[in-house]
């Protein structure tokens, strides 16, 4: 887990009002404290269309391009988005036309006990437990900025 930041404190919606160079500079810091291989960022969209997402991503984007690391985008399948944003009128943003690069099974059971312990994400009907439903035991990110894109030092140096 990477290490709380300023950021932290900021207030929900405000991220996008912080100087760009500061985030980018929070993110930089907490993947150098992390010794991070890559990192996983909402995809550019902001998938939920969160100004906060988006703003963190695109710093995430930044720092790793600085960092030379990789980058995975998290996202969810256009089908998921359809479905939620017809069930609850949501704003979930389908990812631009293009392959999820990744089908990753994931078990549930950490972010099951993380929601039930916000009142707020523990109501059996919100969108977030649809979202969870429709996706099953899978996540779906795709490369924002690839392992090919990004190259550490030569073995021979």
Same mark, same amino acid.
């Given at each position: ?12 919606? /405000?991220? +996008?009002?912080?100087? /760009?160079?500061? !985030?980018? /500079? ?6 150098? $404290? ?11 969209? /902001? ?8 703003? $963190?991503?695109? =710093? ?7 960092? @030379?690391?990789?980058? !995975?985008?998290?996202?969810? #399948?256009?089908?998921? $988005? ?6 609850? +009128?949501?704003?979930?943003?389908? #990812?631009?036309?293009? @392959? *999820?690069?990744? +089908? ?5 059971? %950490? ?11 523990? *109501? #059996?009907?919100?969108? !977030? ?5 429709? !996706? ?5 990110? %795709? ?6 894109? =990004?190259?550490? #030092?030569?073995?021979?140096?």
């Amino acid at each position: 887990m990477l290490p709380t930041t300023r950021c932290a404190i900021t207030p929900d919606g /405000g991220l +996008e009002r912080v100087h /760009g160079s500061r !985030l980018v /500079g929070e993110v930089i810091d907490a993947a150098g $404290a992390a010794h991070a291989d890559g990192l996983l960022v909402f995809d550019p969209s /902001g998938v939920t269309g969160h100004h906060d997402h988006a703003a $963190a991503s695109a =710093a995430a984007l930044r720092a790793a391009s600085d960092l @030379n690391l990789p980058v !995975l985008g998290w996202t969810l #399948p256009n089908t998921v $988005a359809d479905q939620l944003n017809r069930e609850y +009128e949501t704003g979930f943003v389908e #990812p631009p036309a293009v @392959n *999820i690069d990744i +089908e990753l099974p994931v078990t549930r059971s %950490r972010q099951v006990a993380a929601c039930a312990s916000h009142v707020s994400q523990a *109501i #059996p009907t919100s969108v !977030l437990w649809r979202r969870l439903e429709l !996706l099953g035991d899978g996540e779906h990110p %795709r490369w924002l900025r690839g392992p090919d894109t =990004a190259t550490g #030092p030569s073995e021979s140096s």
